[in-house]
């Protein structure tokens, strides 16, 4: 069935850059997105792509989509304390009519 | 993007009553969804509120449980009825982007509710 798999967790320093990894199993997904969610709040949209797409970049931001083995990644570069937070993953199915896949989302964990 | 307003923010409630969660949204929307976030986990999509009929529940989600209300194209409900300690979890709501931005969701703050 549909499936969308993050790692749990992340550790970066800060400065550093931080990377985190989706997979995705629905080929026919139009629009890939990443979320942020900070503690006690609701979630952001920080960025999507479209699936006819290999990179986009938006500031410290770049997404890189591997539609072959159905991968996607999200850089922050200059990793800041205030990028705490669970980032998801989520995939939008071609007939899904908005309802999205989610991952269980990444915490991404700042070391000073 | 949607500008969203959720309210409460939180509350605390005696198992076996019932709160209604709000949700505003700033521009006409033509999709909301609720959403469930049970602690440390992602997101379970309740149902879709339709604008001028019943919600669309999704697969474990009844309407006597979660009552939806949709009066118009800005605002929703959500009825958390007869709670059980089980149900303490973050409600979202969500909203579709609208014209020129229809392929992004955009989320409420949520409610953090817990059952005593």
């Known amino acids: 069935g549909e499936d969308v798999e993050q790692s749990l967790f992340l550790s970066v320093r800060e400065g550093d850059s931080s990377v985190i990894n989706c997979t995705y199993t629905d080929s026919s997904s139009t629009y890939l997105y990443w979320y942020k969610q900070e503690p006690g709040a609701g979630l952001q949209l920080l960025t999507y792509i479209f699936s006819n797409m290999d990179m986009k970049q938006d500031q410290r931001l770049t997404v890189l989509l591997n539609k072959k083995d159905k991968h996607l990644s999200l850089r922050i570069a200059d990793t800041q304390t205030g990028d705490s937070a669970i980032y998801f993953c989520a995939e939008s199915p071609m007939d899904s009519n908005y309802q999205l896949i989610w991952g269980a989302g990444t915490k991404l964990i700042i070391k000073p | ?116």
């Open chain 2, 1 to 116: 993007s949607a500008v969203i307003s959720q309210k409460p923010s939180r509350d605390i409630c005696q198992r076996g009553t019932s709160l209604t969660i709000q949700c505003q949204v700033d521009s006409q929307v033509t999709m909301m969804f609720w959403y469930r976030q049970q602690p440390g986990q992602s997101l379970t999509l309740i149902a879709t509120a339709n604008q001028g009929s019943e919600a669309t529940y999704e697969s474990g989600f009844v309407i006597d449980k979660f009552p939806i209300s949709r009066p118009n194209l800005t605002f929703s409900t959500l009825t958390v009825s007869n709670m059980s300690p089980e149900d303490s979890s973050i409600y979202l709501c969500s909203v579709d982007g609208g014209r020129g931005a229809s392929e992004k969701l955009f989320f409420g703050s949520g409610t953090q509710l817990s059952v005593l």
